[in-house]
């Protein structure tokens, strides 16, 4: 894996394993939606660094998303 370099991997219809610039895996909880208006969900509060043992704040976690999102141009993202 390249730290240099932030990737996502889809694990399924739901959910999905975002490493940032730095190495830091985090899980997010999303789904698939069938709509016109959105193609995924982003359940922010939800979101978990998995390798430090550590609280994400509401601001640290609407980054990962917004990283996400910057990462996944095309698809069209609800965030709650």
Sequence with gaps: MNKNKSTIQFTGRAGLLYTDESGNIFKVNTEMLASKD???VIYVEDIVNINKNI???MAEKKNVAIQIIELT????WLIR
Excluded at 73 to 76: A, M, N, Q, W
């Design 73 to 76: 141009k095309g698809i069209k």
């Design 55 to 57: 609280n994400l704040t």
């Design 38 to 40: 959105y193609d995924m």
